[in-house]
């Protein structure tokens, strides 16, 4: 079977994987995304006051992610596109999943899952962004649309390919969280989105 074909159909699969939604519906016998901001993210699934269940999406996203683009790889060794191609598959599974009418997350936590595994300087130096506006703001979604704003300068700068597919997927997959976190952008501006941890949950 043809390589790319494998590669995006396992990433597409694996990343729709929605661990938010079923973590909440097994533990909780709750939709997740009838809570908060409707997210099926670590953030608002810790928000809904499952802190474990918040820290265990968090890993799972980010690690259904990271396999994504391992298998890849294994696949087709040194086949830094087909790499690429699958972590636009696995980012599009989880925003977009077959299983919830394509009405998927926001793709940070798979996105650092991603590009930990595709260039993992890269995802450091978003994580340490996003570390410190989390810590200045308390809000999850400005650091979330700030780091995925910073991320194709840092990959710019660490990887040497400059193929249309790798210039797709750094500059398509940051686009894709930053349009995701619209709602999250227009309560910013508005001055009601919720800080994390202040217990208020904005719709
Ligand atoms: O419910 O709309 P909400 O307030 O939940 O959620 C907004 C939030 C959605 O994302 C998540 C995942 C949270 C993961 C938190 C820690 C992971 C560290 C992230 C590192 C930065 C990666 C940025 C993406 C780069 C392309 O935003």
């Not at 890849?72 to 598959?89: E, F, K, S």
């Amino acid at each position: 079977m043809n390589p790319w074909l494998i590669s995006i159909a396992i990433a597409y699969l694996l990343g729709s994987i929605p661990f938010g939604y079923l973590l909440i519906r097994i533990f909780k016998k709750q939709d997740i995304r009838t809570f908060g901001s409707g997210n099926i993210g670590a953030t608002n699934v810790a928000r809904s006051g499952a802190k474990g269940l918040g820290i265990a999406t968090l890993l799972l996203d980010l690690g259904k992610a990271y396999t994504a683009v391992v298998i890849a790889r294994h696949i087709a060794p040194g086949n830094y596109d087909l790499a690429v191609a699958a972590a636009i598959a696995a980012i599009l599974g989880h925003c977009f999943p077959i299983w919830l009418g394509f009405h998927g997350g926001k793709g940070v936590a798979s996105a650092l899952g991603v590009f930990l595994a595709l260039t993992w300087p890269s995802a450091l130096g978003i994580l340490a962004i996003f570390i410190i506006i989390v810590m200045l703001t308390r809000y999850v979604s400005l650091a979330s649309v700030i780091a995925a704003a910073t991320l194709p300068v840092f990959a710019f700068y660490f990887i040497p390919l400059r193929t249309p597919i790798v210039i797709a997927g750094f500059l398509g997959i940051p686009l894709l969280i930053i349009v995701k976190h619209h709602a999250n952008i227009r309560r910013l501006l508005a001055g009601t989105e919720s800080r994390f941890g202040s217990g208020k949950a904005a719709a």
